[in-house]
C-alpha cells in the first residue's frame, strides 16, 4: 500500500504520517511538503515543493478524470489511497480568496491528478458543519470541497469530519486554546457532538479511510471521534 499525504506538517498531517508509517500495511509515503520535515524515514519521500507552482508537481500521464496530461513529476503520484489534510485559518490566509485556494482549490487539484494516476482512496479532513449552503464562510467552503469531491469518481471516499481538535498545535490559536480549556472542562455534561476530536482519532479515521475502507462514501461524524 502506497499513500500520498497532502498537509503532512499540519496538526492533524503530522499525527496521520506518524501513524501511516506504523501502519504494517503501508510500504511507501509521499508527502510533498512546503517546508522540510525533521522526520526521517526509509519508508518516507517527503520533497520540498512549491505549492504556488502547481505546473512543476502534474504526472506526465493521465489515464482518467478531468485532470489534463502535462509533463511533471510523475513519480510523486504512484499511489493506492490518498489522505488530505491540507488547512488553514481566514486569519492566517489573510483572504477569502487565499483560504479558498488552500481548503478548497489545492485538495480538489490533488485529488482530480491523484485519481487519474491510479489512486482508488481517498481520505478528507473536513469539518463538522461543512455545508455549501451555510451562511458562514469556513463551513460553507468545507461543504463545497465535499461536494466537489463526491463528483469525482473515486471508488471510495471517506469525510472526516472532526469538531474542535484536541491536540497540541505549533503555531498559537487564542480562540481555538480558550475553546479546549472550556470543552475539555465541560466534556463530561456535552453532547457526543460537541465534545473536542483527539487528533489521534482524526488520524486513525483518515488513515482507515485510506487504507481498507470499502467502496462507497463513508462519512466519519464528530460524534464518532468523540
Known amino acids: ?33 512546503r517546508r522540510p520535515l525533521t522526520l526521517e524515514h526509509p519508508r518516507l519521500a517527503a520533497p520540498v515543493v512549491d505549492f504556488a507552482d502547481l505546473e512543476s508537481l502534474r504526472p506526465d500521464k493521465t489515464g482518467r478524470g478531468d485532470a489534463p496530461a502535462l ?16 488547512g488553514t485559518t481566514l486569519k492566517a490566509a489573510g483572504s477569502r480568496e487565499a483560504f479558498r485556494r488552500v481548503d478548497l482549490e489545492l485538495p ?3 485529488a482530480r491528478h491523484a485519481r487519474a494516476a491510479g489512486a482508488e482512496r481517498f481520505a478528507l479532513n473536513s469539518a463538522l458543519g461543512a455545508d ?4 458562514f464562510f469556513y463551513s460553507r467552503v468545507k461543504g463545497e470541497l465535499e461536494a466537489e ?11 472526516v469530519r472532526p469538531g474542535l481538535i484536541d491536540g497540541e498545535r505549533a503555531e498559537v490559536r487564542h480562540a481555538e486554546r480558550l475553546g479546549l480549556a472550556l470543552s475539555r472542562g465541560l466534556r463530561p455534561l456535552l453532547p457526543r457532538q ?11 479515521a483518515l488513515v482507515q ?11 466519519v461524524k464528530a460524534r464518532d471521534l468523540a
Open 108 to 110: 480538489l487539484w490533488f
Open 194 to 204: 460537541w465534545r473536542p476530536s483527539p487528533v489521534a482519532r482524526i488520524a486513525e
Open 149 to 159: 469531491m463526491t463528483k469525482l469518481d473515486y471508488p471510495s471516499l471517506t469525510l
Open 209 to 219: 479511510g485510506a487504507i481498507s475502507a470499502p467502496a462507497g462514501r463513508h462519512l
Open 71 to 86: 509533463e511533471g513529476n510523475d513519480e510523486l503520484w504512484k499511489a493506492d489511497g490518498v489522505i488530505c489534510a491540507l
Open 132 to 135: 455549501r449552503g451555510s451562511r
Open 1 to 33: 500500500m502506497k499513500l500520498l499525504i497532502l498537509g503532512a506538517t499540519g496538526l492533524v498531517g503530522s499525527e496521520v504520517l506518524r501513524q501511516a508509517l506504523a501502519h504494517p500495511d503501508v510500504t511507501e509515503v509521499r508527502a510533498p511538503v
